[in-house]
């Protein structure tokens, strides 16, 4: 059951990081066409993208920060650790 659960929930991850790092990329193009437009409609652009776009898109972006820990959390991954894992050089005959 466990699995499923992580399975799942890697999949969520897994696509919502896609779909947030799609959805903010595609503020680049956005901005270009507010750059060109100009006037009163870049402004329109520019306020709702900053007031109303990026507001949603770092919820969603922190609420997968939460899921990915979980998940890792869920299959016992340790991603950064204290312990020393450093390989000794063997040593190259002469």
């Known amino acids: 059951m466990l699995s499923k659960v992580n399975g799942f929930l890697k999949w969520v991850y897994g696509y919502g990081l896609v779909v947030s790092l799609f959805l903010g990329g595609l503020t680049f193009p956005v901005y270009l066409l507010a750059m060109l437009l100009g006037g009163q409609t870049a402004t329109a652009i520019c306020t709702f993208v ?3 776009f ?5 919820f969603a972006s922190s609420c997968l ?3 990915g820990l979980l998940t890792m959390y869920l299959a016992g ?3 950064l650790s204290l312990k020393n894992t450093r390989v000794k050089p063997k040593d190259t005959p002469k």
Request: aromatic share 14%; no cysteine; proline share 7%.
């Open 50 to 52: 900053y007031k109303q």
């Open 54 to 58: 990026f507001p949603i898109m770092i």
């Open 65 to 67: 920060v939460l899921v």
């Open 77 to 79: 991954e340790v991603a």
